[in-house]
């Protein structure tokens, strides 16, 4: 494939060969050759596809809300070229039976390449699941969450200690149970979808809770000289413990772009942990990811049914889908100015491929994996759940703009091209691979 007169993150124009899987050449005045798909891309940008470090896509054990055909499927039609899946599936992914059987799952259906985390739990096994090609470990749960995998702090330094001896990144679920405030869940929990239902989550799995969990974490990480990685800070507080520290953080759009103020709207399609904030917090989470203090955007892609969802407040699971629209969501933030293009680059793809040592991901230079999007910055949609691809049916962001990629390729393998002019659109076939 050639792919010529695109704009990268950086305002170079450039022509990028691909071969075999690999970026080959990124220069100016490549001419086709015989064989070559030549692709014109002049008035478009050319970005590295996203890495998402933090989906579930719920197999095994959750095929009713999503396979990994079709959370792959709809990571392509997103930009998403790498996804890392967590372990609370069913069964939990702590040992290396599980892995295998996940890894099989994944190996032939996903649409993108992959990484697989391994969980902990009372009854997890290291030895076998540091045998397998681990991406990381965790999402290590200090609070129960879907899947009830909430450990003591006793087993999370353990946890710490084994990763660190294999120097294996350990992401971690940050809020301390202790801190939450019952009293917020005596408010009258019926009456799905109003705004009362939204509100008392939030007031339930407080601010202080996370903030406390992400400096016990990232002190336990430097005592034990691990790798910690925070997921789904939701709070200015929580990154900036994170920013003094030597650990990394990451932040999702729902917390970038929603707020408390989305309750009535959302009701229980809103629950989430941790929970939506204020919109005074929302607007300093993004200050901070445009001020640099942000490693990662990952969606903590949590798919649900709506009949699921659709239930009162404590009944309600917690989390939404979010793989297929956080590119859009972050370029549509580019489109109007609130964000500059490299950082986006950087906190979906260069950040967490170097981060998670992905050498060969995250950047368009020659030499890397041909993982490459391409996008009409001058051309927004708005999102329609019915147009997205995953299982769950459902958007928070119903509603909202976004700029969606018109071609998605994978190890120079093109999974996913919408035509610009009909919206007609073409999945190639399965291609994933495990990234370690």
């Known amino acids: 494939m050639l ?18 899987g690999r970026i080959v050449a990124v220069d100016r005045g490549l001419d086709p050759v015989a064989g070559e798909r030549a692709v014109d891309a002049r008035g478009r940008h050319l970005l590295p596809g996203a890495v998402d470090v933090h989906v579930h896509f719920r197999e095994p054990g ?43 799952m994944a190996s032939t259906a996903s649409y993108v390449d992959f990484g697989i985390n391994g969980g902990v739990t009372a009854g997890w096994d290291p030895d076998s699941l540091f045998d397998r090609p681990l991406f990381a470990l965790g999402e290590v ?12 702090m006793g087993l999370f330094e353990e946890a710490l200690a084994e990763a660190a001896a294999r120097d294996v990144p350990v992401t971690v679920h940050a809020e301390d149970a202790t801190l939450f405030d019952e009293s917020a869940l005596d408010a009258d929990l019926g009456g799905v979808g109003t705004a009362a239902n939204a509100d008392p989550w939030s007031a339930y799995r407080t601010t202080a809770a996370e903030a406390a969990a992400i400096e016990r974490a990232v002190d336990a990480g430097a005592d034990g000289d691990a790798q910690v990685h925070i997921a789904h800070t939701s709070t200015p507080e929580g990154i900036d413990v994170v920013a003094d520290s030597e650990a990394t953080c ?20 809103g629950r989430m942990n941790p929970p939506l904030r204020s919109e005074e917090r929302r607007a300093a989470v993004f200050e901070r990811l445009r001020d640099g203090d942000v490693d990662v955007v990952a969606t903590d892609h949590a798919p649900h049914t709506v009949s699921e969802k659709r239930q009162t407040l404590s009944d309600a699971p917690s989390g939404v889908p979010g793989v297929e629209t956080m590119y859009p969501l972050l370029l549509e933030a580019v489109r109007t100015g609130e964000l500059s293009l490299e950082r986006v680059r950087d906190v979906v793809a260069a950040n967490p491929a170097s981060i998670f040592g992905l050498d060969r991901k995250g950047r368009i230079e020659e ?62 076939e399965a291609v994933g691979r495990n990234v370690r």
Not at 3 to 20: P, Q
Not at 71 to 97: F, I, K, L, M
Not at 250 to 269: I, K, Y
């Open 367 to 428: 030499g890397r994996d041909a993982d490459l999007v391409l996008v009409d910055l001058t051309n927004p949609r708005e999102i329609e759940a019915g147009a997205l691809h995953s299982r769950c049916g459902w958007t928070p962001f119903e509603g909202s703009q976004g700029v969606f990629p018109e071609l998605t390729v994978v190890r120079g393998e093109v999974v996913y091209e919408r035509d610009p002019v009909t919206g007609a659109e073409e999945f190639g």
């Open 62 to 104: 959750g095929s009713h809300k999503e396979t990994w055909g079709t959370g792959s499927r709809s990571a392509a039609a997103g930009g998403v070229t790498t996804v890392v899946d967590q372990p609370n599936t069913s069964p939990p992914t702590v040992d290396g039976a599980a892995f295998d059987t996940k890894a099989s």
């Open 250 to 269: 990451e932040v999702t759009p729902h917390h970038l772009f929603l707020s408390r103020e989305n309750a009535r709207r959302l009701g229980t399609f």
């Open 141 to 152: 749960f200090l609070a129960d969450s879907t899947g009830e995998m909430g450990i003591e």
């Open 3 to 20: 792919i010529t007169g695109a704009e990268l993150a950086d305002g170079r124009v450039r022509d990028v060969r691909v071969r075999e």
